[in-house]
């Protein structure tokens, strides 16, 4: 199965999400990638807060490199988690059919499903806000797994 987290810049959110899903998914036959619905911030490694909340948890992400959504994704990927409402519609805008609007997903609906709950954007904010983004998609990908294993069985 292969995954994509999306959110705008591509260098906090989603790059979290795709090393958190990874380091929780290897003994499964899953592939995890990101995206950002933007291209402002392409060809650039996470931010270093991103990378710094990561590394205490265990987890690299120094090496990630950004890069824009592209209709092609929904090719390649069988599930599209976005992170916010706003990356949703700009992910869903691009779909060109049924098939491709059915793999996209907001995250935070996993742990709290029919929410439509955010993964609220921390760029601007300080290091409590990548913790807090730390502590939301560790439980949500705990939950995806976990039905993910069910469904499986
Ligand atoms: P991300 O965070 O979408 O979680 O990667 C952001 C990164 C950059 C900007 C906004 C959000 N920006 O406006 O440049």
Redesign the pocket.
């Given at each position: 199965m292969k995954i994509l987290m999306v959110?705008?810049?591509?260098?906090?959110?989603?790059?979290?999400a795709e090393g958190i899903l990874r380091a929780k998914s290897t003994h499964l036959e899953i592939e995890v990638d990101s995206a950002?619905t933007?291209s402002?911030?392409y060809g650039e490694n996470?931010?270093v807060r991103?990378v710094h909340t990561l590394r205490k948890k265990g987890i690299n992400i120094s090496n990630l490199i950004?890069r824009q959504f592209t209709t092609a994704d929904f090719d390649a990927f069988d599930i599209i988690f976005t992170?916010d409402k706003s990356?949703y519609d700009n992910v869903i805008a691009l779909a060109r059919s049924n098939q491709d609007k059915q793999k996209v997903r907001m995250l935070v609906n996993e742990l709290h499903p029919g929410s439509n709950g955010e993964?609220p954007?921390?760029?601007?904010g300080g290091d409590q806000g990548f913790e807090d983004?730390y502590n939301l998609i560790d439980e949500a990908t705990d939950k995806f797994l976990m039905r993910l294993q069910n469904e499986v069985q």
């Amino acid at each position: 199965m292969k995954i994509l987290m999306v959110c705008l810049g591509n260098i906090c959110r989603s790059p979290m999400a795709e090393g958190i899903l990874r380091a929780k998914s290897t003994h499964l036959e899953i592939e995890v990638d990101s995206a950002g619905t933007s291209s402002y911030h392409y060809g650039e490694n996470p931010d270093v807060r991103a990378v710094h909340t990561l590394r205490k948890k265990g987890i690299n992400i120094s090496n990630l490199i950004a890069r824009q959504f592209t209709t092609a994704d929904f090719d390649a990927f069988d599930i599209i988690f976005t992170m916010d409402k706003s990356n949703y519609d700009n992910v869903i805008a691009l779909a060109r059919s049924n098939q491709d609007k059915q793999k996209v997903r907001m995250l935070v609906n996993e742990l709290h499903p029919g929410s439509n709950g955010e993964v609220p954007d921390p760029y601007f904010g300080g290091d409590q806000g990548f913790e807090d983004v730390y502590n939301l998609i560790d439980e949500a990908t705990d939950k995806f797994l976990m039905r993910l294993q069910n469904e499986v069985q």
